[in-house]
Nanobody, 126 residues
Framework: QVQLGESGGGLVQAGGSLRLSCAASGGTFRSYDMAWFRQTPGKEREFVAAMRKYGGGTYYGDSVKGRFTISRDNAKATLSLQMNSLKPEDTAVYYC???????????????????WGQGTQVTVSS
């Protein structure tokens, strides 16, 4: 099983940028479909972005399209999320997730992922 650890969260003003990283260990990173989700208190975990293994495609949630970019470095076993033009509504705990295999119809569902990091807090001030 792959272990995941997020970093890079923090406090930023609206309109600013942050880059989140997720370091993977204990598994073959390149063989996993990877994703970012976020969650605020009292709400369900929200899909942010996903990147399939072996160049299988990238997917974004509607609320982040055009502002966030997901990328992966298989050699370094790292997943990244570049977040630009941040808004106060982007404030959340951001989680990295991994799945050995996903299908398009479920790629945005938290239940499609068996492995999760502990999360990193992102706070965007207005």
């Amino acid at each position: 099983q792959v272990q995941l650890g997020e970093s890079g969260g923090g406090l930023v003003q609206a309109g600013g940028s942050l880059r989140l990283s997720c370091a993977a260990s204990g598994g073959t990173f390149r063989s996993y479909d990877m994703a970012w989700f976020r969650q605020t208190p009292g709400k369900e975990r929200e899909f942010v972005a996903a990147m399939r293994k072996y160049g299988g495609g990238t997917y974004y949630g509607d609320s982040v399209k055009g502002r966030f970019t997901i990328s992966r470095d298989n050699a370094k076993a790292t997943l990244s999320l570049q977040m630009n033009s941040l808004k106060p509504e982007d404030t959340a705990v951001y989680y990295c997730a991994a799945s050995s295999s996903t299908i398009t119809s479920t790629i945005a569902r938290p239940t499609a992922y068996a492995n999760w990091g502990q999360g990193t807090q992102v706070t965007v001030s207005s």
